[in-house]
């Protein structure tokens, strides 16, 4: 019964999260040295095996083909290996002498390892390398369709990390597989870590399970095939990542977006890496083959070969072909092969020019692969450079082929099979997942200041902020000064001129003081101009915006005017002084060091209120 597999596989699930954790309690005391040589052991099996573990996981699964999937293999018990060789992982691993803080790495426990169906094996060396490296035990999950094969990967490496002085138990492979056990796993008390790989719903469930988890979201990738690159030389990288294992890596490329001017060129040299260019009809056939009404990829197509996926849409294609390729003129749900499509299909986007070829990129990421991976083939550092800061992707690829340039074989990012798309996208990390991320880090650190060192008393505090919070001028090019004083005196005098239509309308009942909170930009500003006026009047009393100004209330009485009216020379004329002079029918007097707006200047000119005078 269905039910009762169920509960032999969470029984088998506990059992075995219990014997790992009792196996790394005695791994937890191996110094950095026993760590490496347990490691070393294991990745020197999977090298041996590389070959024997891709014919299986091919066999069992029949996703990809064997000599990627040897590659693959190798990627991880070779490439990773050496990576982290030099690696500290496990008691003291740094200390910063001029800060005075010294690090220990603190393995986490027990790491539960979930492998998908498209990478079962090297998925599972991978896994299992930085879960030792960083001085845990793993406990694998496979995929329901590649259990023997993963389960035949992780026997291989516990009786490599046996031999090497580990204790019995510190790698575990569940051989009862279902989605309980898989959630009991991840939920299981003594699991420290979540390593998730698979689809999304698997990813959610390891973000929903209350453990730390790492899972990663789908690759949409698009490789920009800019004006200035060698164009034999990047359709070739395409073709390579794209036809990589028949496009069961996340990374692969999924569309070549290029400007109209290269449509020729790149479309010749597809046909030379024996691409097969689909005509509208195939297209929308293989379209409807290859992604379900939901949006889904079909399981059926993922990592087949081009000819098989050709024959099951209906075309027949040449012999050796590589990959599909199809053109698409937009990206989303009603174009479905702008999609992830998990196999040797690629799409084609001819624009206008690097602006809109950027602008499909970022489409194509945001639709279905948010922070994942993006190329770009160019000559042109800085358009490189462009494209790197505006993409929401978290590896950019320069001038290579998406796959192997992700996981760090063709440049120095860490060599890994889990690669975090970011917050973003809804991931704990945008890294190259490895060793470090499989510690937490305590941190000694010695007393370096008092308490009095490091904060002064407030009163102190408040008079340096006092000489910091004065207006600071701002330098402005010559050539913008014109245009930027201009833009000044509009929104000054937009704001006086309201500011003096509010003065003439009935003052409405006060009203209790908003705070700075609940105001909104322009409130505020307006706050500022009027605190800034009346702080000026206090101090020195003169003329505002060209008008003389009563006096307070609380001032003495001001001495009897004299016999002829004294000329009062305005620094700053604004529309709304030149109105209000307008209607007591006085005139302004300016000098030259007067500034007038250029709408209160045609105002006053208009009705000659502008006198110029010489100051006293």
Not at 333 to 350: G, H
Not at 370 to 394: E, W, Y
Not at 408 to 425: D, F, H, K, R, V
Request: glycine share 6%.
């Amino acid at each position: 019964m269905v039910h009762d597999h169920d509960l032999v596989a969470i029984q088998e699930t506990r059992a075995k999260v219990q014997k790992a954790h009792a196996a790394w309690l005695k791994y937890a005391a191996f110094s950095q040295e026993q760590v490496n040589a347990v490691v070393e052991r294991m990745a020197a099996a999977g090298r041996a095996n590389a070959r024997r573990l891709a014919e299986l996981a091919v066999e069992e699964t029949g996703y990809g083909n064997v000599a990627d999937k040897i590659t693959k293999n190798l990627l991880c018990s070779d490439l990773l290996a050496k990576a982290i060789r030099n690696m500290r992982t496990v008691g003291l691993i740094r200390e910063l002498p001029d800060d005075k803080v010294v690090e220990y790495a603190v393995p986490v426990g027990v790491v539960a390892a979930i492998a998908p169906t498209t990478n079962p094996t090297s998925t599972v060396i991978y896994k299992s390398l930085i879960s030792l490296k960083s001085g845990n035990a793993v406990v694998i999950s496979p995929h329901p369709r590649a259990k023997n094969c993963t389960r035949e990967a992780a026997d291989l490496m516990h009786a490599a990390a046996v031999e090497a002085g580990a204790p019995e138990g510190i790698v575990q492979c569940l051989e009862h597989v279902s989605l309980d056990a898989t959630q009991a796993l991840m939920r299981h008390e003594k699991t420290g870590v979540i390593l998730a790989t698979g689809g999304h719903g698997l990813v959610k469930a390891a973000y929903s399970s209350g453990k730390p988890a790492y899972g990663v979201s789908p690759g949409n990738v698009p490789a920009l095939i800019e004006k200035t690159a060698d164009v034999a030389d990047a359709v070739a990288k395409v073709v390579a990542g794209k036809s990589f294992d028949y496009g069961t890596v996340c990374s692969s490329e999924q569309a070549i977006v290029t400007c109209n001017a290269l449509r020729e060129p790149v479309l010749a040299e597809l046909k030379k890496q024996k691409a097969y260019l689909c005509s509208q009809a195939e297209a929308d056939a293989l379209a409807k083959l290859l992604v379900q009404p939901s949006g889904a990829i079909n399981p059926k197509c993922v990592g087949q070969a081009p000819e098989k996926l050709a024959q099951w849409a209906g075309f027949s294609v040449p012999a050796g072909t590589t990959i599909l390729a199809a053109e698409v003129t937009g990206v989303g749900r009603q174009y479905p092969l702008s999609t992830e499509k998990l196999s040797p299909v690629l799409a084609l986007y001819f624009v206008a020019d690097f602006a809109a070829a950027m602008d499909t990129c970022e489409a194509i990421l945001r639709f279905m692969g948010l922070g994942h991976t993006c190329v770009i083939h160019s000559k042109d550092d800085a358009r490189i450079r462009q494209f790197a800061q505006r993409m929401p992707a978290n590896r950019v690829l320069a001038n290579t082929s998406g796959p192997p340039g992700s996981v760090g074989i063709t440049t120095n990012l860490l060599p890994s099979m889990t690669l975090g798309c970011g917050a973003a996208a809804g991931n704990s990390t945008s890294d190259n997942v490895g060793p470090l991320h499989l510690i937490d880090i305590k941190r000694l650190a010695y007393a370096v200041r008092t308490p009095e060192e490091a904060l002064p008393p407030v009163e102190t505090i408040a008079r340096e902020a006092a000489k910091t919070s004065t207006q600071v001028p701002i330098a402005i090019p010559a050539h913008a000064a014109g245009s930027v004083r201009d833009a000044i005196a509009a929104a000054v005098e937009e704001y006086l001129t309201k500011r003096a239509a509010k003065s003439t309308a009935t003052a409405p009942a006060p009203a209790k003081p908003a705070t700075r909170a609940a105001l909104g930009a322009s409130e505020i500003a307006a706050q500022v101009v009027d605190s800034f006026l009346a702080t000026r009047r206090s101090i020195t009393q003169p003329p505002v915006c060209g008008m003389p100004v009563p006096a307070s209330p609380a001032s003495p009485p001001a001495a009897p005017a004299p016999p002829e009216p004294q000329v009062v020379i305005a620094d700053f004329v604004c529309e709304a002084d030149v109105r209000v002079a307008m209607g007591s029918n006085r005139k302004i007097y300016i000098g030259p060091k007067t500034i007038v707006t250029p709408a209160a200047r045609e105002l006053a000119g208009q009705h000659d209120i502008l006198v110029v005078a010489e100051r006293p």
